[in-house]
């Protein structure tokens, strides 16, 4: 496999099981690690040890009252604990992120010359695995 285009990206959400996600224009995960200056007299440059680390996950999507347009936003409101499975492309089932996470945000955005979108961010309950070949 080469390099794809998230064009056939698909996130699965959901407390009990998780279930695709309609209407998905950008989705994004991102892990990040903090490091704390671990130098010491006597060395000659800095050094540094890996602390605490996070993900941030993104979800926007366009509203969909067809297809169960609020479920996410009331899992905001009730701060419902969900699954999450992350794929970047559909045609691989080997190649995926999943985990725990509450969802934040939410909301609407309903400008005049366009359709309603939504953006929710996932904070992390547990750490996330990402699964590859």
């Not at 990206?9 to 991102?30: R, V």
């Not at 926007?60 to 009331?74: E, I, P, R, T």
């Not at 559909?90 to 909301?107: E, F, Q």
Request: a negative charge; hydrophobic letters at 35%.
């Amino acid at each position: 496999m080469g390099t794809l285009a998230g064009t056939n990206a698909i996130i699965y959400l959901g407390a009990t099981n998780a279930t695709p996600i309609t209407e998905t224009f950008d989705l994004s995960i991102e892990t990040t690690t903090d490091f704390a200056d671990d130098s010491s007299h006597g060395d000659s440059w800095r050094t540094f040890i890996p602390t605490l680390s996070t993900f941030k996950m993104t979800v926007n999507k366009h509203f969909d009252d067809a297809s169960g347009g609020g479920v996410l936003q009331a899992a905001v409101i009730a701060r419902t604990q969900m699954k999450y499975y992350l794929y970047p492309t559909r045609a691989s089932s080997t190649i995926y992120w999943y985990g725990l996470c509450y969802l934040g945000g939410g909301g609407m955005s309903m400008t005049l010359e366009d359709v309603i979108d939504s953006t929710f961010e996932a904070q992390p309950i547990s750490q996330p695995t990402y699964v590859h070949p």
